[in-house]
C-alpha cells in the first residue's frame, strides 16, 4: 500500500528533510507536537511494527541511532526528548509505513 511517505521519499511532495542516507529519510511533522519533532521513516516500506522481523532488526537499530543523533544535532538531547512508534489503530498510527516520533524541546508528562 502507497502512504504519504512513499511520496515523501520519491520527492511527489515536498517535505522539510533533516536528514538522509541509503537506509531512511528524516523530516519534520506536518502538525508538530513540540517544538522539535521528527519523523524518522525507512526507505523500505514496512506497514505497522507488527510487520517488522528479525530482517529488519539493523534497520531498526538505525533509526533509534539516528533519532538520538538528530536529538543532539537539534539541542535538545541534553534536556531530554521522547522516541515513540505508534502501531495499529489502538496505538494512535495513521501513517501505515512504520516511523518513529522524535520530540523535544519541551518537558513530557511521565
Ligand atoms: P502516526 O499517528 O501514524 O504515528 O503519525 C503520523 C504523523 O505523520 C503525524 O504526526 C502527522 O502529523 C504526520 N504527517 C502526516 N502527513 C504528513 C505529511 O504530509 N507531511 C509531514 N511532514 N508529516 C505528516
Known sequence: ???IFDKIISR?????????DDLVLAFK????????????????PIATLNDANTEHQALLGHMMLTAAQLAKQSGVAEGGYRVQ???NPDG???????????????????
Open 12 to 20: 511527489e511532495i515536498p517535505a522539510d528533510i533533516v536528514y538522509e
Open 1 to 3: 500500500m502507497t502512504t
Open 29 to 44: 511533522d506536518i502538525a508538530p507536537k513540540a517544538p522539535v519533532h521528527y519523523l524518522i521513516i525507512p526507505k523500505q
Open 92 to 110: 494512535g498510527q495513521v501513517v501505515y509505513h512504520i516511523h518513529l516520533h522524535m520530540m523535544g524541546g519541551k518537558a513530557f508528562s511521565a
Open 85 to 87: 512508534m505508534n502501531c
